[in-house]
T-cell receptor, first 116, second 109 residues
Framework: NAGVTQTPKFRVLKTGQSMTLLCAQDMNHEYMYWYRQDPGMGLRLIHY???????AKGEVPDGYNVSRLKKQNFLLGLESAAPSQTSVYFCASRNRDRTSTNEKLFFGSGTQLSVL | SQQGEEDPQALSIQEGENATMNCSYK?????LQWYRQNSGRGLVHLILIRSNEREKHSGRLRVTLDTSKKSSSLLITASRAADTASYFC?????????FGKGTMLLVSP
């Protein structure tokens, strides 16, 4: 099993350009998340999904959109990139079953995005 | 805003010593988790403690939870150079996990 796979791993954008980050998981997890990590700020939740076809806003959703058309994929879009979106982006997933110990998150290896 | 706040922000110890990190949070939780992040990598789950538990062990890890004080601590015993990483606590609500800013641990040989 690959676990959680993020593509691309690195990307440089110019201000105003758009791009989509792809997250794929092969663990049949219901819940998927997008976080951004900035120095000194820890991880902040951008958007999340509790199932196919559903999405919800997290702590810092402005400037991002997401889609969960298939259970295994969660896409994060930047329609018009800004320098403030320079960050490392992490995708994560987990089971929905809250009666077990399987509430832990499984993380991808991250996407380093620079917006010039 | 961040739910959990780790303390200290950075910790430097020698191999063989114990490392203790603390986490404080603000609202009620279902459970609290600790994660490790090696430089440039994704986070890896270490241990989960439920709101009705007070202490939990896993190998060299010991986690405590005090819901009355809204705090948790992670103890790593007999630290190794390979334990060098950032450590994050995450508080679990209904659907989401909220992470603190982390403690950077450096273990010197």
């Amino acid at each position: 099993n690959a676990g959680v796979t993020q593509t691309p791993k690195f990307r440089v954008l110019k201000t105003g350009q758009s791009m989509t980050l792809l997250c794929a998981q092969d663990m049949n997890h219901e819940y998927m998340y997008w976080y951004r990590q900035d120095p000194g700020m820890g991880l902040r939740l951008i958007h999340y999904s509790v199932g196919e076809g559903t999405t919800a806003k997290g702590e810092v959703p402005d400037g991002y959109n997401v889609s969960r058309l298939k259970k295994q994929n969660f896409l994060l879009g930047l329609e018009s990139a800004a320098p403030s979106q320079t960050s490392v982006y992490f995708c994560a997933s987990r089971n929905r079953d809250r009666t077990s110990t399987n509430e832990k998150l499984f993380f991808g290896s991250g996407t380093q995005l620079s917006v010039l | 805003s961040q739910q959990g706040e780790e303390d200290p922000q950075a910790l430097s110890i020698q191999e063989g010593e114990n490392a203790t990190m603390n986490c404080s949070y603000k609202t009620s939780i279902n459970n609290l988790q600790w994660y490790r992040q090696n430089s440039g990598r994704g986070l890896v789950h270490l241990i989960l403690i439920r709101s009705n538990e007070r202490e939990k062990h896993s190998g060299r890890l010991r986690v405590t939870l005090d819901t009355s004080k809204k705090s948790s601590s992670l103890l790593i015993t007999a630290s190794r150079a390979a334990d060098t990483a950032s450590y994050f606590c995450a508080t679990v609500g209904y659907s989401t996990l909220t992470f603190g800013k982390g403690t950077m641990l450096l273990v010197s040989p």
